[in-house]
């Protein structure tokens, strides 16, 4: 043991970045968090499991990180009717997730806030789907939910809700706008209309068959959710990854990148008014995946990552299809982001609009893609380089405006840097195996993955059982913390800018929900 930059003894921990295990009290939990703010540290994660079976109670785990890395509380509760302290006062972002740590656990905090988040009379409020006992029934009358949504009065006051059924394709979500004319006063979110009790199908699975589990969390973060499930596994199992599976990782996660950035930049166009970018960019995503599925037997580059490496290997001729496409597309990115930058109508629209200052990024854990326009330089591939990327040199690219513009700026950036990346990885790739066997039990162990997906760190938390099953997996997507964020971009801004604002952030339901 030794002690953390929190002042808590702390034990290593297995993971792809430095990270630490600190078992903490009531008192010390709310201390170390203060603490890790005064530092400049943030919340990742907040979650707990029911540890009552192996006659520890119930177990609060509370992962935070800074500059020197990871650093994970680990909080027991006798029994669910303990309480453990609101964080929320220091990390805005843990309120929500501390509703979910209710609602799925039955653990209750001290704060204030205590609306359901994640239930939607989907089952009986005092019954738990994460706790050891529970048994879904097919007898269960739950009764109608109300929501008590906070609600502005005065004069001119109206309120328009949206959703939760979208036009087209978009995920279910609720919004709440309450407006004076067209100017928005305040937004509130309600989600979990997609709560598909993921994290209880987990549970007995093995170890080596979770992956497809975790690359379903959301599909268009599929190779991210996927890695990250791998890096907690082959913690678990201490198992070292051939050097040309990590490559071939890199580089499915940074075409996954690519393609998303590619829909996000013509979507933009689109809400902009700007119908051509939607045409432009659709054609060169539809290419990106096209190429996916002829290189990898996939389009979204599902299955893929598997513990112990990738389940395919790449072709020589894959190999230079996919340069030529890189290079090809580098060119496109070229010309169409000169039409942007010089379209006033369209950048009439971007600036200025849902702005996002970094004094408030900070203070509401805002990371990520969305960050990084708001000037806070935080990217996983440069700060905590896992192999391959430690010999890339990863550009993180950033912004200072917090508004629409940067966000598209930082997503054409990120775009270039990614083919710089592809081409550099395909011109290195490594000769050798692509993937090892899975080992069949290794045992009951806590491993951690963490990964700098498109949007954000991803992170899976990872608890083995008895002969390498899952005894309890928790997937952390960004969308947690930059969701309330887009409740304050959108203050002072008018109704037909929300979609559009929406739209820059681009976050994830599914991957919120679970």
């Given at each position: 043991?030794?002690?953390?930059?929190l002042?808590?003894a702390a034990?290593?921990?297995?993971?792809?970045?430095?990270?630490?295990?600190c078992?903490?009290?009531s008192?010390?939990?709310?201390?170390?968090?203060?603490?890790?703010?005064e530092q400049?540290?943030?919340l990742?994660a907040?979650w707990?499991?029911?540890?009552s079976?192996r006659?520890?109670g119930?177990l609060l785990?509370?992962?935070?990180a800074?500059d020197?890395g990871?650093s994970?509380?680990?909080?027991?509760?006798?029994?669910?009717?303990?309480r453990?302290?609101?964080?929320?006062?220091?990390f805005p972002?843990?309120n929500?997730?501390q509703r979910?740590?209710?609602?799925?656990v039955?653990?209750?905090?001290?704060a204030?806030?205590?609306?359901?988040?994640l239930?939607q009379?989907g089952?009986?409020i005092?019954?738990?789907?994460?706790?050891?006992?529970f048994e879904?029934s097919?007898?269960?009358?739950?009764?109608?939910?109300?929501?008590p949504?906070?609600?502005?009065t005065g004069?001119?006051?109206?309120e328009i809700p949206?959703?939760p059924?979208?036009?087209?394709?978009?995920?279910p979500?609720?919004?709440r706008?309450?407006?004076?004319?067209e100017?928005i006063?305040?937004l509130?979110e309600?989600l979990?209309?997609?709560h598909k009790g993921?994290?209880?199908?987990?549970?007995?699975f093995?170890?080596?068959?979770g992956?497809r589990?975790?690359?379903r969390?959301?599909?268009d973060s599929?190779v991210?959710?996927a890695?990250?499930?791998a890096?907690?596994?082959?913690?678990?199992?201490?198992?070292e990854?051939p050097?040309?599976?990590?490559?071939?990782?890199a580089l499915?996660l940074?075409r996954e990148?690519?393609?998303n950035?590619?829909?996000?930049?013509?979507?933009?166009?689109?809400?902009?008014?700007?119908a051509f970018g939607?045409?432009q960019f659709s054609?060169?995503?539809?290419?990106?995946?096209r190429?996916?599925a002829g290189?990898f037997g996939h389009?979204?580059l599902m299955?893929v990552?598997?513990p112990?490496?990738v389940?395919?290997?790449?072709?020589a001729e894959a190999a230079?299809?996919?340069?030529?496409?890189?290079?090809?597309?580098?060119?496109?990115?070229?010309t169409?982001?000169s039409?942007?930058?010089?379209h006033?109508?369209?950048?009439d629209?971007?600036?200025?609009?849902g702005?996002v200052?970094r004094?408030?990024?900070v203070k509401?854990?805002?990371?990520?893609l969305?960050?990084?326009?708001?000037?806070?330089?935080?990217?996983?591939?440069c700060?905590f380089?896992?192999?391959?990327y430690a010999?890339?040199?990863?550009?993180?690219?950033?912004?200072?405006?917090g508004d629409?513009?940067?966000?598209?700026a930082?997503?054409f950036?990120?775009l270039?840097?990614?083919?710089r990346l592809t081409r550099?990885l395909?011109?290195?790739?490594?000769?050798?195996?692509?993937?090892?066997?899975?080992?069949?039990?290794?045992?009951?162990?806590?491993g951690l993955g963490i990964?700098?997906?498109?949007?954000?760190?991803?992170?899976?938390a990872?608890?083995?059982g008895?002969r390498?099953?899952?005894?309890r997996?928790?997937?952390?997507?960004?969308?947690?913390?930059n969701?309330?964020?887009?409740?304050?971009a959108?203050?002072?801004?008018i109704?037909?800018?929300?979609?559009?604002?929406?739209?820059?952030?681009?976050?994830?339901?599914?991957g919120h929900d679970?």
């Amino acid at each position: 043991m030794n002690v953390s930059p929190l002042g808590i003894a702390a034990a290593s921990l297995p993971a792809p970045v430095p990270a630490q295990r600190c078992p903490v009290g009531s008192g010390q939990l709310l201390a170390a968090c203060r603490l890790a703010w005064e530092q400049g540290g943030q919340l990742v994660a907040l979650w707990a499991s029911d540890e009552s079976h192996r006659g520890r109670g119930f177990l609060l785990r509370v992962l935070l990180a800074d500059d020197d890395g990871l650093s994970l509380l680990e909080h027991t509760l006798p029994d669910g009717d303990a309480r453990y302290p609101d964080l929320s006062s220091i990390f805005p972002a843990a309120n929500r997730m501390q509703r979910a740590v209710f609602d799925l656990v039955g653990l209750q905090s001290d704060a204030e806030d205590q609306r359901p988040w994640l239930w939607q009379a989907g089952w009986p409020i005092d019954r738990f789907p994460l706790r050891r006992g529970f048994e879904a029934s097919p007898k269960w009358e739950p009764g109608e939910e109300e929501y008590p949504f906070v609600r502005v009065t005065g004069d001119g006051v109206h309120e328009i809700p949206v959703g939760p059924v979208h036009a087209g394709i978009i995920e279910p979500g609720h919004f709440r706008l309450q407006v004076v004319g067209e100017k928005i006063l305040r937004l509130e979110e309600r989600l979990g209309y997609v709560h598909k009790g993921i994290e209880k199908r987990f549970e007995g699975f093995h170890l080596s068959e979770g992956h497809r589990l975790a690359g379903r969390v959301s599909g268009d973060s599929t190779v991210a959710y996927a890695w990250a499930y791998a890096q907690a596994a082959e913690s678990i199992a201490q198992l070292e990854v051939p050097a040309r599976a990590l490559a071939l990782r890199a580089l499915c996660l940074e075409r996954e990148r690519i393609a998303n950035h590619l829909g996000d930049l013509g979507y933009l166009g689109n809400d902009g008014g700007f119908a051509f970018g939607l045409s432009q960019f659709s054609r060169l995503k539809e290419d990106v995946l096209r190429a996916n599925a002829g290189a990898f037997g996939h389009r979204l580059l599902m299955d893929v990552v598997v513990p112990g490496g990738v389940a395919v290997d790449l072709s020589a001729e894959a190999a230079s299809a996919l340069r030529r496409q890189a290079e090809d597309l580098a060119r496109e990115l070229r010309t169409l982001r000169s039409i942007y930058d010089e379209h006033a109508g369209l950048q009439d629209r971007f600036r200025t609009c849902g702005q996002v200052s970094r004094e408030l990024a900070v203070k509401l854990g805002l990371t990520g893609l969305a960050a990084r326009a708001s000037g806070v330089p935080k990217d996983l591939r440069c700060s905590f380089p896992v192999p391959p990327y430690a010999e890339l040199g990863v550009r993180a690219a950033c912004r200072e405006a917090g508004d629409v513009a940067a966000r598209v700026a930082v997503r054409f950036d990120e775009l270039v840097e990614s083919l710089r990346l592809t081409r550099a990885l395909l011109d290195a790739l490594p000769a050798g195996e692509v993937a090892l066997l899975y080992p069949g039990s290794p045992g009951e162990r806590f491993g951690l993955g963490i990964v700098e997906g498109w949007r954000g760190p991803i992170v899976v938390a990872l608890d083995s059982g008895p002969r390498g099953s899952v005894r309890r997996c928790h997937p952390h997507d960004p969308s947690w913390q930059n969701w309330p964020v887009l409740e304050h971009a959108v203050i002072g801004n008018i109704v037909p800018d929300f979609p559009l604002i929406n739209k820059s952030f681009n976050l994830s339901y599914s991957g919120h929900d679970l």
